[in-house]
């Protein structure tokens, strides 16, 4: 593809799909930061402070914290200089008050997304890969309740984001499964026809 341009993106799919790893790669590609909506309260809940006490409860019990939090801290995140230019969004928005939310923020700023990228895989290999994750990194909400609780919460609240996205004309759905290496190239691949603004 040509020379790197900003970009505002957004990753989606479920739990499991990759994409926080596909978000990494991105994001260093087009010279943007990643924004993981997931590590930022992880972060936050490992130095203790008011926002990760309040964002624990909900995570370990695999359901969403309350939007108003998350839209506070996704807006504050994007008013930081790095991302002036750019960003790529990694597991926000989830509900459709927050893709609202994200329009405003976007909006107020005069620019617009550009796309919006939805991995799509196997269900029952996702719920592998988190299992083998919840080995590796011991994560507290990758047990089996909460990974089926993860799962049945994006089919309800987040999955309905992927029409609203279809409707404005930005999805791009990539074939999630197979090797690491060629998700990204699926990916870049298709991102490279998104007209740059
Ligand atoms: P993730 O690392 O993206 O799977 O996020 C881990 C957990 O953080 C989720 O299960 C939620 O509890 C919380 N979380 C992350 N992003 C959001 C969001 N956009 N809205 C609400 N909760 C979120």
Redesign the pocket.
């Known amino acids: 593809m040509g020379t790197p341009h900003k970009m505002r993106l957004i990753m989606m799919g479920p ?1 499991g799909a990759g ?2 790893t596909q978000a990494t790669f991105i994001a260093e590609h087009f010279g943007i930061p990643a924004v ?4 930022i ?2 972060a936050n809940v490992s130095r203790g402070t008011a926002l990760g006490v309040k ?1 624990k409860e ?2 370990d019990a ?4 309350p ?1 108003e939090v ?1 839209n506070e801290m996704v807006r504050n995140r994007i008013q930081e200089p790095d991302a002036d230019k750019g960003f790529l969004l ?6 459709l008050a ?1 893709v609202e939310e994200l329009d405003t923020m976007i909006k107020s700023t005069g620019h617009a997304l550009d796309a919006v990228v939805v991995l799509t895989v196997d269900q029952d290999e996702v719920v592998e890969r988190l299992l083998q994750r919840a080995l590796i990194d011991g994560r507290t ?1 990758d047990t089996g309740d909460v990974i089926r609780r ?1 799962q049945e919460l994006y089919g309800e609240e987040t999955a309905p984001l992927i029409e609203v996205y279809r409707d404005r004309g930005l999805l791009i759905e990539v074939d999630g499964m197979g090797q690491v290496e060629d998700v990204t190239q699926r990916i870049f691949d298709a991102l490279d026809v998104v007209p740059q603004s």
């Open positions: 739990p994409k926080g993981s909506t997931g590590d309260f992880r964002a909900y995570m695999g359901e969403y914290v939007d998350t990694d597991g926000y928005p989830r509900t927050q909400d993860r």
